[in-house]
């Protein structure tokens, strides 16, 4: 999704071995099943690519600023980032993301699921959409997205951070998180 960057396609790239036996039957199976893009997915995945980097690289640096401004939030329990020193996974995130942490993060709401559903519907930049890698920046409520059963968090929301400038995206989310609590 990031490589197109329009949330328009998905495709990507198997690579392997050629004398693996596991990539051998995978290319069974694609020449079998003929799993190759079509003309226009092919076009459309070419001109995303073209804006791939600086994409991400904005991606990146707009996640970090969000994750550091929602550690400290009063109406956020907590943020789930590579960036941060926080993150379980920090250490290793650190040795092998170089250039950035990319552009996904999560934050679990204080007041439960209730406050998390409520601050994803009052949002006004963020699309509530469920993907990833575009130019437009998504938030959803993971647990109603998964369903009954899931391992989600009731309170997360997770957000996949677009183009658009940090500083306005905290500030609608910021509104957002006041509106809900006020409610």
């Known amino acids: 999704k ?23 039957k995978l290319r069974t199976i694609r020449a079998q099943l003929g799993t190759i893009l079509g003309q226009t997915e092919a076009w459309l995945l070419m001109r995303g690519m073209r804006t791939l980097f600086p ?15 929602f550690a400290a939030h009063p109406m956020v329990a907590e943020v789930l980032y590579p960036g941060l020193p926080s993150f379980a996974g920090h250490a290793v995130a ?14 679990r709401v204080k007041g439960g699921e209730r406050a998390a559903i409520a601050t994803a519907a009052r949002v006004e930049l963020w699309k509530r959409a469920t993907s990833l890698g575009g130019v ?17 968090p009731p309170d997360l929301l997770r957000l996949s951070v ?6 306005d995206l905290f500030d609608d989310l910021d509104r957002a998180l006041k509106r809900a609590h006020n409610a």
């Open 2 to 24: 990031y490589l197109n960057g329009h949330s328009d396609i998905i495709a990507g790239a198997l690579i392997g071995a050629h004398d693996d036996a596991h990539w051998a």
């Open 55 to 69: 994409r991400v690289a904005w991606a990146c640096r707009s996640a970090q600023a969000l994750a550091e401004k």
């Open 94 to 107: 650190s040795r092998q993301m170089k250039g950035g942490f990319g552009g996904m993060l999560s934050i």
């Open 136 to 152: 437009e920046s998504l938030i959803e409520h993971r647990a109603s997205i998964e369903g009954a059963g899931t391992p989600c």
């Open 162 to 167: 677009g183009v658009e400038e940090a500083g």
